[in-house]
């Protein structure tokens, strides 16, 4: 599936809400990045908010997360249904993430397995927060260690976000990583948070 139902459904939601009187007014960049954003929520392939900010001619995060909230309040009231966007998961993430960082598949499958089981505990953090500590933690335990900082930049996530969503997950990481990836003693070795 390519790029353009995205752009499609992008499109009707923005003639949607082009059509009510409130949106006159409002910054049509981030109006437009929102649309975006709720296309691809729709479309089962979820960006972040900051992915969709840097093709938004300028838009900013905050102005795209105000832009969602009309758009859906507005789409809400016109239908009187609530828009239906689909949960997000951390795993919606983490194959496109690991890609950026060039991981091996075994790490990939390591990753995804773990984030799969991490959904198990109440870890209260954005799954894009999960996504990137788990992959933090999956390259500490391989040969090709990452820094966080480069982590960083391929999920957009913050260093010190990345941290305290590790320091969350570090409890149960012998229940999260796949023990075929990882022994109880190599897990020994990672840093405590």
Not at 139 to 167: F, H
Request: net charge positive.
């Amino acid at each position: 599936m390519g790029l353009l139902p995205l752009k499609d459904r992008a499109n009707e939601i923005y003639k949607k809400v082009e059509d009510q009187k409130s949106s006159r007014g409002r910054n049509q960049d981030a109006l437009l990045a929102a649309c975006l954003y709720i296309a691809c929520r729709q479309e089962d392939k979820p960006r972040t908010v900051k992915e969709i900010c840097s093709v938004a001619n300028g838009a900013t995060k905050k102005e795209i997360g105000r832009a969602k909230e009309y758009i859906v309040k507005q789409l809400g009231l016109e239908t009187g249904q609530s828009v239906e966007m689909g949960a997000i998961h951390a795993g919606d993430f983490m194959r496109r993430f690991c890609s950026n960082l060039g991981m091996n598949n075994q790490a990939v499958k390591a990753a995804q397995e773990a984030v799969q089981k991490s959904e198990e505990f109440d870890i209260r953090r954005s799954p894009i927060s999960i996504a990137a500590a788990v992959i933090y933690i999956i390259t500490q335990l391989s040969d090709d260690k990452k820094p966080l900082k480069d982590i960083s930049v391929a999920t957009g996530v913050a260093e010190g976000t990345i941290r305290n969503s590790y320091k969350d997950l570090y409890p149960h990481v012998s229940k999260i990583i796949p023990n075929w990836y990882a022994k109880e003693e190599d897990l020994k070795n990672l840093c405590s948070p």
